[in-house]
């Protein structure tokens, strides 16, 4: 697993890691799932889940009260409460707070039965979990997603964020989404940053939580430092700081 941080700007702190699978090689999540067979979908989830967790234990600083976000495919949850037994004995194992796990699924993962994730997602937040929707605005189901259930978060895919400073269209359509998650009491959140034009524009516009090269990049199996927005009295100005 690799580790990419979340920045809260409204809080000018690390919000969260994200956990990101890679290979013994450093290969990509992308190049790693594509080995992953369909009968293994679902070993392969529970083992991802519980190392993110093993790692995040031993990894994130005590009392910092960092978020741990964890993907998953919703196809490979056949039955959720049995699906997620791995998870809690691995967080019990490891100290590890249940309210301090995000499950995030990708809509670039077509979830045929609705009924199913919103299953998922009831049990999950029965344990304390928060859930989210990544990718958002770049996948199968869209805004119709919102319609059928609402997640604690969405993060709004890089296609949408990319350049935003110098598209009026993408300025648009990102304020569209941030006013609609705020009428459903759902925090959002812009990934794939990678210039600072791209989050002053995204900040101005209401988001508070960002991800992206730009703060820093995945490190393996160690917290990355990360650059921190500081304002000045003239200008914005940066600092790195460790995760």
Known sequence: MAFQPIYDAAAGRVWGYEALVRGMAGEGAYDVLGRVLPEQKYRFDQDCRVKAIELAARLFPAGMDLMLSINFMPNAV????????????????????LSSIMFEFTENEEVTDTAHLTNIITEYRKHGFTTAIDDF?????????????????????????????????????????????????ISVLA????????????????????????????????????RIPVATADKQGLAAFPG
């Open 78 to 97: 056949y039955e959720p409460a049995a699906c997620l037994r791995a998870t809690l004995l691995a967080a019990g194992r490891a100290n590890f707070p």
């Open 191 to 226: 990934e794939g940053i990678e210039t600072e034009a791209e989050y002053l524009v995204l900040r101005a516009t209401g988001v508070r939580l960002f991800q992206g090269y730009w703060f820093a990049k995945p490190a393996f199996e160690q917290l990355p430092a990360v």
């Open 137 to 185: 605005g770049a996948g199968h189901a869209g805004l119709g997603l919102l319609v059928d259930f609402q997640p604690d978060l969405i993060k709004i895919d890089m296609k949408l964020i990319r350049g935003i400073d110098a598209s009026p269209a993408r300025q648009a359509v990102v304020a569209g989404i941030v006013a609609i998650a705020s009428n459903l009491n």
